[in-house]
C-alpha cells in the first residue's frame, strides 16, 4: 500500500520504479521451442524475410560444403505457358510468393528463377523436406551398417520408449508413418500436436519430442493406419545420430554434401533440451543445393559410381508404400509418391525437391506461401509441375512439315 496523500506523488513514482523489475521478471521470455512453434503463425512478410535466416535465429549445426563443387551447367532454356507468354512463370511465382525455382534436366539447369530478393548465393528453409533427408540419410546408415535392419524395434536405438505406446514401434513403421500412436498435424490449430510438441520444458536433458510423445496413447494398432506426424521423424534423426554416434548435420556433410559436390553449406536447426538436429524440419541450404540433392536421387543414391545407400531402402523410400488421401499419390519411406513414377520431398508454405525418373528430371522450389497449407495452393504447384513436363513432352514431339 502506498503512504497517505502529502506524500502521494512522491510514493507513486516510487512505486513504479520498484514494480518494473517485477513485471518483467514475471514475462519470460520465450524459449527457443516455443519460438520454433511460432513460425507456423509468423505474418507474410516476417516468412518472407526471415525463411532464409533460420540458422541466425535459431541455434543449428552446419553442414560443410565441398572442396570440390559439382557443377550445374546451363541447358537450353525451359519456356513455360503459352508460346510466347514470358509472363506465365513470372504471375505463379508472385501469386504463390515463391522465392526460387530451378528445373534440372539430365543434371543440366533448363530454369532457374529467383523472387522475394532471394538470390543463388542464400539459404532457405525445407521444413519437411528435411524429413526425406533424415530418411536418406538412415538408409545410408543402414549400407554402413550403423542400423542393423528396418525391422528392428525402436527401442533398440531409443530404450527411453519402452514404457510408451512406441515400444513395439519399428524403424519401417516410423518411416511410413504407421506407428499408430495418436497425433494430430493441423498447422493451423495451436493446440494440436504439431504446434505443441517444442513448447514444453526440457525434462532430464531429452529432446521435446521424447518428453512429448512418450506421453501419448495408441489410437491404432502398429503399421495399420497412415498418419502424418512430423515429431515421428525426429525420432528418427534421433536414430541415426545414436546409431552413428554423428550429428545430423555432420553425417550429412561426410556422407552426401561433401562427397557429391554441393556448392555452400546447410544449416541444421538443434533441439533445445538435448543439442541434437531435429529430423523432421530446420535444414536450410541454398536453392542450387536442393536441386542437386534431387539429382543425388534421380543418380540412384551413387556418388562416383558408387552406390551409398541400401538398395532396400531406396527401392522402399520411391515406391508407395501407404496409400494418402490424395489422387495419383502415395507415400514411401518419407518420400511423396505419385503413380507415374515421381516422387518428391514436400515441405510446407511451398518447399519441394521433385524427381521426376523419366524425363531425368529434378525440379526445386522455395517459397513462402500464405499458408502452411492447403488444397489451392498443393494444386497450384502440381499444376506447375505438369507445366514443366508438358513444355519437356512438347520438345520430343516430332515437328510436322
Not at 516468412?47 to 560443410?64: C, H, K
Not at 497449407?373 to 499444376?383: C, I, K, P, W, Y
Not at 508438358?390 to 520438345?395: K, N, P, Q, S
Request: include cysteine.
Amino acid at each position: 500500500m502506498c503512504p497517505p496523500l502529502f506524500i502521494r506523488f512522491l510514493a507513486a513514482t516510487l512505486c513504479l520504479i520498484l514494480a518494473l523489475p517485477s513485471a518483467a521478471r514475471d514475462q519470460q521470455p520465450p524459449t527457443i521451442g516455443e519460438q520454433r512453434e511460432a513460425v507456423l503463425f509468423w505474418p507474410q512478410a516476417q516468412r518472407e524475410a526471415e525463411f532464409r535466416e533460420m540458422d541466425r535465429r535459431f541455434p543449428s549445426d552446419r553442414v560443410e560444403r565441398a572442396a570440390h563443387v559439382r557443377e550445374l551447367p546451363e541447358g537450353q532454356p525451359l519456356t513455360l505457358g503459352e508460346a510466347g507468354d514470358s509472363s506465365w512463370l513470372d504471375n505463379y511465382m508472385d501469386q504463390h510468393h515463391i522465392a526460387g525455382l530451378m528445373v534440372l534436366q539430365d543434371g543440366r539447369v533448363r530454369l532457374q528463377q529467383y523472387a522475394l530478393d532471394f538470390g543463388p548465393e542464400q539459404r532457405w528453409e525445407s521444413f519437411s523436406v528435411a524429413k526425406s533427408v533424415t530418411s536418406a540419410l538412415l538408409g545410408i546408415a543402414l549400407q554402413q551398417g550403423h542400423i542393423g535392419s528396418l525391422d528392428d524395434a525402436l527401442v533398440t536405438y531409443i530404450p527411453e520408449l519402452r514404457d510408451s505406446a512406441y515400444a513395439d514401434v519399428t524403424v519401417q513403421q516410423l518411416l511410413t508413418m504407421t506407428s499408430g500412436v495418436r497425433w494430430n498435424e493441423d498447422y493451423a490449430d495451436e493446440q494440436s500436436d504439431v504446434a505443441q510438441m517444442y513448447r514444453g520444458a526440457c525434462v532430464d536433458g531429452r529432446a521435446h519430442v521424447l518428453s512429448y510423445l512418450m506421453k501419448l496413447p495408441r489410437q491404432w494398432p502398429a503399421g495399420t493406419h497412415w498418419n502424418y506426424n512430423t515429431a515421428e521423424t525426429d525420432l528418427l534423426g534421433i536414430v541415426v545420430e545414436r546409431a552413428t554416434r554423428r550429428s545430423l548435420a555432420a553425417y550429412l556433410s561426410d556422407t552426401i554434401w561433401q562427397p557429391y559436390g554441393m556448392a555452400a553449406h546447410a544449416s541444421w536447426i538443434r533441439d533445445e533440451c538435448d543439442g541434437s538436429d531435429t529430423g523432421g524440419s530446420g535444414l536450410s541450404a541454398t536453392l542450387g543445393d536442393y536441386a542437386r540433392l534431387g539429382q543425388f536421387m534421380l543418380d540412384g543414391g551413387r556418388i562416383a559410381g558408387e552406390p551409398v545407400i541400401a538398395e532396400v531402402w531406396l527401392q522402399g523410400a520411391i515406391s508407395e508404400q501407404e496409400s494418402v488421401d490424395a489422387p495419383e499419390r502415395g507415400y514411401g519411406y518419407l518420400w511423396w509418391t505419385d503413380t507415374d513414377g515421381s516422387y518428391a520431398a514436400v515441405g510446407i508454405f511451398g518447399q519441394m525437391v521433385y524427381v521426376d525418373p523419366a524425363r531425368r528430371l529434378v525440379i526445386a522450389q522455395v517459397a513462402a506461401w500464405p499458408k502452411a497449407t492447403s488444397n489451392e495452393l498443393v494444386a497450384a504447384r502440381r499444376g506447375f509441375v505438369a507445366a514443366v513436363k508438358r513444355a519437356v513432352d512438347a520438345e520430343r514431339k516430332p515437328t510436322v512439315h
